[in-house]
């Protein structure tokens, strides 16, 4: 029989540390603090979402679901092409808000779900401080990319307080479409997560053949987009870029192939593990589409690093050589990124 002291409790032991208690609310101020209060004048694609809040309540968008597409295949593809969930999120709050004040809210709303998503993990404050030093965190896709960080949002709540990581992504892919590429991952994860080493396989092999039709799903699934961007585009035209994608998924990896930390429950291991199913299918994903889907690169190589957020703070480290010198490893990459963000003032937007 197992006593009591066994099992993790229902309070997280850093809630009862009140030094890192005081940590995770300042970040939290401090989140909220820069989604009220910088200048959103010169915000990446302002302008285009203060259109979303000021239009979307007319219902016009309703048209988009339905044009020639009289099937039911049709009709499924738009709600993920079109995006209707962050339709449906723009006509509700734009019906009662001015659009300035609507984005602002979408803001506090992102940065609050991430904060409250990682509230259980054994270690949050390092959660909230991957989320606020990589670049392409807080200060891109919590202040800037908002139907982006809308939908990471939503995945990260849904799947690590409620342990529903696929419904999460779902959802997501509703809200924002390049998270339908996550879909079959957490698909994957929740079919196959007890068998891990085959999961893996499974993903790393989806990953690569969804770059190499990647083409003919952009033409199916990118709506609007296909007027905007031809599939040869990217912003990924360093080899580095490939090599920083794979090193982000060393903790993934370590995750699937040792055992779960003796701390978590069985619901926060099978979930952690479909997220980093997630995580190396993405990755898988990205560095084979640098070679044969520029566009898939550029567009989705962000999760490479946004999924770090969970994982790598749930790690083992203290009690593994290899845990410990991977995330000494990342921790160095992150100083590198955070200089160079610097550097090219990626920070800029925190004291605007």
């Excluded at 300035?100 to 904060?115: F, G, M, S, Y």
């Excluded at 060393?250 to 593990?273: D, G, H, I, K, V």
Aim: glycine share 8%.
């Amino acid at each position: 029989m197992h006593s009591a002291s066994s099992y993790p409790t229902a309070v997280p032991a850093w809630q009862l540390q009140s030094a890192a208690l005081l940590a995770w609310g300042l970040m939290v101020v401090f989140m909220l603090g820069c989604a009220i209060g910088i200048d959103r004048t010169y915000v990446i694609d302002q302008a285009n979402y203060v259109n979303n809040f000021d239009w979307d309540p007319s219902l016009q968008w309703l048209d988009d679901l339905m044009p020639d597409r009289l099937s039911l295949k049709g009709f499924i593809v738009a709600i993920f092409s079109e995006e209707l969930l962050w339709h449906v999120w723009t006509s509700s709050l734009g019906s009662i808000l001015q659009p300035t004040t609507a984005v602002i809210i979408t803001v506090c709303a992102i940065n609050l779900l991430i904060a409250l998503a990682v509230v259980r993990l054994p270690d949050p404050v390092l959660a909230l401080l991957i989320w606020l030093v990589l670049p392409v965190g807080f200060a891109t896709t919590g202040l800037s990319w908002l139907r982006q960080g809308f939908a990471l949002a939503v995945l990260f709540y849904m799947a690590l307080r409620l342990n529903r990581p696929v419904l999460g992504t779902l959802v997501a892919a509703m809200i924002h479409t390049t998270f339908i590429l996550a879909l079959p991952f957490a698909m994957i994860g929740w079919l196959f997560g007890r068998r891990p080493l085959f999961a893996l396989c499974m993903s790393v092999g989806l990953g690569c053949l969804v770059a190499y039709v990647g083409g003919t799903l952009f033409t199916v699934f990118g709506g609007r987009r296909l007027k905007t961007y031809g599939v040869n585009e990217t912003e990924a035209t360093s080899v580095l870029y490939v090599l920083g994608t794979l090193l982000c998924c060393l903790p993934s990896l370590f995750r699937l192939l040792s055992t779960a930390p003796r701390t978590e429950t069985p619901a926060q291991t099978r979930t952690l593990t479909n997220l980093a199913l997630i995580h190396v299918g993405a990755i898988a994903f990205v560095a084979t589409s640098f070679f044969i889907f520029p566009l898939g690169a550029g567009r989705v190589g962000y999760f490479s690093m946004l999924f770090l957020i969970p994982i790598l703070p749930t790690m083992r480290r203290r009690d593994s050589v290899i845990g410990m010198l991977l995330f000494a490893l990342l921790a160095l990459y992150f100083v590198y990124l955070a200089v160079k963000a610097y550097l090219d003032g990626g920070y800029d937007i925190y004291i605007s």
